[in-house]
């Protein structure tokens, strides 16, 4: 896996260096460099500096003319690749662009350029101009071109990069076939590498509301900076407010997509971190929020199908829950639904990314959730879990009054509803339920009763 050199902005980027001790002496100035040709490192390459005879080096010069020396041109008429291409022929093993017109440098950016081999920088007219008097009195300058990496940082260092890019090659096998199924407008690739790197970069004394960037290190920025997405990563919707209806703004730039994936993903940890414990380390404890968030995740890219969107991306969570055993069902619904990912939330079509819906609605189960009902039951169910049956208990009646049962999956879908005798002693079959958790509902003169079950 390859990873690259950044470049960031600094007062002065020095590439000219004088080998003469006097002339080294020169004030340091600003430089420009092309993206074409070979790129400078710290050692470069030394030689005297010549000025072609066709000073702008449009048109071809004599052959073995420059053999050894580096060329100084001018800006006037020509592509600067065209330029370097003809010292470069001229026997030249670097190129020197001098600015006549103005101080200020900038670098040099033609796109495709395949048929030049030397370096190529840009100095301001006053070096340049020092320089053409010099040699026009007969001296000699020689000088050593080369880049201090002043101004570079390294992303092999950026442990957040590196586990970024490495997230790729897990997002891509595991989804799908394993190839070639995030190629959609949708797909939220950048997201779950953005969340394995800060899951894999969780320090001691994290919180919630902890701001996250990507890549402060590559762009030479505090840890505690924005880095290089809209906003920091945090569960405060006041610093970080993306919602599912931001995709639509997206047009369909993966990195602008991802970062509103990561961000549903890392509200999803804090608040299985909330409920089961925060640790920054998640290979310490399986039973931690942070490794059983991670572990969902991981799931769900398996799970999930080839070219997913963010909808079937959650759903493929709600899976990954309802395989272990569904007891964080209701706590993924309203994670994704605080940010636009309810029940009703639409991907649109497979060949749009301008026509998602989102909504905040989550599951009539979850709205009914066990902590959230007031505690004056009139029913309870036992046993609880239930394997092939289940009971209802009732306060003794009189008479044949009815009630009526339903039975709700985590998704708000009726599964099962009947009537029956408010004192029946009978077993409710689970026969053609799956394992998982439920809702049952209990209605009795206008009255509702929900309590969850769950079925092993």
């Known amino acids: 896996m390859q990873m690259y050199l950044w470049n960031y902005s600094v007062p002065l980027k020095q590439r000219l260096f004088y080998t003469d001790p006097v002339l080294a002496t020169r004030p340091a100035v600003n430089s420009g460099a092309a993206n074409f040709g070979k790129q400078l490192m710290e050692t470069g390459v030394t030689a005297n500096v010549a000025i072609p005879s066709v000073t702008n080096a449009c048109t071809a010069l004599t052959a073995e003319s420059l053999t050894g020396k580096i060329a100084m041109v001018n800006t006037a008429s020509c592509a600067y690749n065209i330029k370097a291409k003809n010292v470069q022929d001229a026997g030249a093993i670097g190129m020197i662009v001098h600015r006549t017109t103005s101080n200020s440098v900038s670098d040099i950016s033609v796109a495709n350029v395949t048929n030049v081999s030397i370096p190529t920088i840009m100095i301001p007219k006053d070096e340049g101009d020092f320089i053409t008097s010099e040699l026009n009195a007969g001296k000699t300058v020689n000088v050593n071109l080369k880049d201090l990496a002043v101004g570079y940082k390294n992303s092999s260092f950026d442990n957040g990069v590196v586990i970024h890019e490495y997230g790729h090659g897990v997002s891509n096998r595991l989804t799908g076939q394993g190839y070639s199924c995030l190629t959609n407008l949708e797909q939220m690739g950048e997201g779950w590498s953005d969340f394995f790197a800060l899951m894999l970069t969780n320090t001691p ?190 306060a003794p009646t009189v008479g044949n009054a009815t009630i009526k049962v339903e039975i709700l999956d985590m998704n708000g879908k009726l599964v099962k509803s009947f009537e029956r005798k408010k004192n029946s002693s009978d077993s409710i079959s689970t026969k053609g339920l799956i394992k998982g958790t439920y809702l049952v509902i209990i209605s009795d003169n206008g009255k509702s009763d929900a309590e969850k079950l769950i079925i092993e």
Not at 244 to 256: D, E, K, L, R, S
Not at 320 to 340: E, H, K, P, S, T
């Open 205 to 394: 004394g994290y919180i919630s509301t902890t701001g996250r960037g990507i890549g402060t290190y590559s762009t030479n920025s505090p840890t505690t900076a924005l880095g290089i997405r809209s906003y920091r990563y945090t569960t405060d919707m006041t610093a970080n407010p993306f919602t599912y209806a931001n995709t639509n703004t997206t047009q369909g730039q993966a990195h602008a997509v991802g970062q509103i994936w990561a961000t549903m993903l890392w509200d999803l940890h804090w608040k299985m971190a909330e409920k089961y414990g925060y640790n920054y380390d998640i290979t310490a404890d399986p039973n931690s929020g942070s490794a059983k968030a991670l572990q969902l995740v991981m799931d769900g890219l398996k799970l999930q199908p080839c070219n997913p969107n963010f909808v079937s991306g959650r759903d493929a969570i709600l899976q990954a829950d309802q395989l272990a055993g569904g007891a964080d069902n209701c706590l993924i619904w309203n994670v994704f639904a605080r940010r636009g990912l309810g029940v009703n939330a639409s991907a649109g079509t497979s060949t749009s990314i301008t026509d998602q819906v989102e909504d905040f609605t989550v599951p009539p189960a979850c709205v009914l959730a066990t902590e959230d009902i007031a505690r004056n039951k009139n029913f309870g169910i036992y046993p609880n879990p239930a394997k092939e049956e289940f009971f209802i208990k009732a």
